[in-house]
């Protein structure tokens, strides 16, 4: 059995790239109020696994974002599938790759640590 994505990605290292996910809502906010209880446990998996860095919802109420660090789009791809969101067809996800040239002292302090 392959390893979970989460597990390959749960230390930072000069070689993981940032990116930023948008996702956009497609159904109801009914819908996505009844899923939210599930998609924050979901969240705090990969909070814990060291893969999402921040995240949050849009102003206004279209969607959320999230910051996180991967390996690779596809292996952050593979864990995005694991949204309840996603599974539901409740929204779709954008994600942008970067390479962060300057950040907060703390942020950096996270990669040179290996947190």
């Given at each position: 059995?392959?390893?979970?994505?989460?597990?390959?990605?749960?230390?930072?290292?000069?070689?993981?790239?940032?990116?930023?996910v948008s996702i956009t809502y497609i159904a109801p906010l009914e819908?996505?109020?009844?899923?939210?209880?599930?998609?924050?446990?979901?969240?705090?998996?990969?909070?814990?696994?060291?893969?999402?860095?921040?995240?949050?919802?849009?102003?206004?109420?279209?969607g959320g974002i999230i910051l996180a660090v991967a390996d690779s789009?596809?292996?952050?791809?593979?864990?995005?599938?694991e949204d309840p969101f996603a599974r539901k067809g409740l929204a779709?996800?954008?994600?942008?790759?970067?390479?962060?040239?300057?950040?907060?002292?703390?942020?950096?302090?996270?990669?040179?640590?290996?947190?």
């Open positions: 059995m392959a390893e979970h994505p989460a597990k390959a990605l749960s230390t930072l290292s000069s070689e993981s790239t940032m990116f930023i819908a996505i109020d009844a899923a939210l209880p599930d998609h924050v446990a979901f969240l705090d998996r990969h909070y814990a696994a060291g893969v999402f860095m921040a995240s949050g919802r849009k102003i206004p109420r279209t789009k596809a292996a952050l791809s593979e864990i995005l599938t779709t996800y954008q994600i942008e790759e970067f390479l962060p040239s300057r950040s907060h002292p703390e942020l950096q302090k996270r990669f040179d640590s290996g947190q």
